[in-house]
C-alpha cells in the first residue's frame, strides 16, 4: 500500500510529513504598539524569574527572564521581541540535555542575542535540547531588526530564554502556550530609563 511503497514507504511518508510541518514558517500578524515586548518563540512558559547576566558590552546587569520549552510539534522560528539594533551574538558549545530542565540553560549548546532597542537591553538565547543538535542564527552585529522578525531556528525540541528589563510589566504565565511574534510578552512603560551594564568585576 501507499503508492507500493509498503510499510517503510509509510513510515517515510510519515516523517516527509513530520518535517515539513516542523520547518513550516508561516506569515504572522506583528502587533504594531511600540511599548511592546513580544514573545520570540512558540512553546510553552516553563519560568519567570530575574537573573544577573553578562550582556555583550563585557558588563553584567539585572534582568527579567522568561525560559519557554519547544516541544517537536512547535515551530522552531525564533523573532525578535523588539525592533533595535543586533548588538552582540555569543554562541557557546555545550551538552544536549533535556531542554525541560533548568541546567540546559548554562551546560547546552546555546546562542545568545542581544539588542538594544531604546537605550533598553534585550536578549533572546537559543538553546539546543535533547534532540536539537543544531542551532542557526540569522542575523548579524550591527543589524538592524523589525518587531517579530525572524532572528533563526533551533531544530527540533528546544528551550528558547527572553530577557529584557525588570521595569516591563510581564504579561504571561508558567504554563502559558503563546506563538512567537504574536503573543505578548511584556509592557514596556512609557519612559522607561536607560540600562548601562556594569563592569564585570
Same mark, same amino acid.
Given at each position: ?10 513510515? =517515510? ?6 518535517? &515539513?510541518? =516542523? =520547518? ?48 517537536? #510539534? ?17 554562541? &557557546? ?28 537591553? #534585550? ?17 548579524? &552585529? ?21 530577557? #529584557? ?37
Amino acid at each position: 500500500f501507499t503508492l507500493g511503497w509498503g510499510f517503510i514507504g509509510f513510515i =517515510f511518508l510519515i516523517l516527509f510529513g513530520f518535517v &515539513t510541518s =516542523f =520547518f513550516r514558517d508561516p506569515d504572522r500578524p506583528i502587533p504594531s504598539d511600540p511599548r511592546l515586548v513580544l514573545c520570540p518563540a512558540d512553546g510553552k512558559v516553563v519560568g519567570v524569574d530575574e537573573v544577573e547576566i553578562e550582556m555583550g558590552e563585557g558588563g553584567r546587569a539585572r534582568l527579567r527572564r522568561v525560559s519557554f520549552f519547544l516541544s517537536i #510539534f512547535n515551530n522552531h522560528i525564533q523573532r525578535a521581541p523588539r525592533r533595535g539594533v543586533v548588538k552582540s551574538i555569543r554562541y &557557546t558549545p555545550g551538552k544536549f540535555i533535556n531542554a525541560m530542565s533548568d541546567k540546559s540553560s548554562d551546560e547546552n549548546e546555546n546562542n545568545l542575542i542581544w539588542f538594544e532597542s531604546e537605550e533598553q537591553p #534585550f536578549g533572546v538565547k537559543q538553546i539546543a535540547g535533547l534532540i536539537a543538535r543544531r542551532v542557526v542564527c540569522s542575523v548579524r &552585529t550591527g543589524q538592524k531588526v523589525a518587531a517579530g522578525q525572524r532572528i533563526g531556528l533551533i531544530r527540533f525540541g528546544s528551550r528558547v530564554e527572553a530577557f #529584557f528589563p525588570l521595569d516591563a510589566r510581564v504579561q504571561v504565565q508558567i504554563g502559558q502556550t503563546v506563538k512567537g511574534g504574536i503573543s505578548i510578552l511584556a509592557h514596556m512603560p512609557e519612559k522607561a530609563p536607560a540600562i548601562k551594564p556594569e563592569p564585570a568585576e
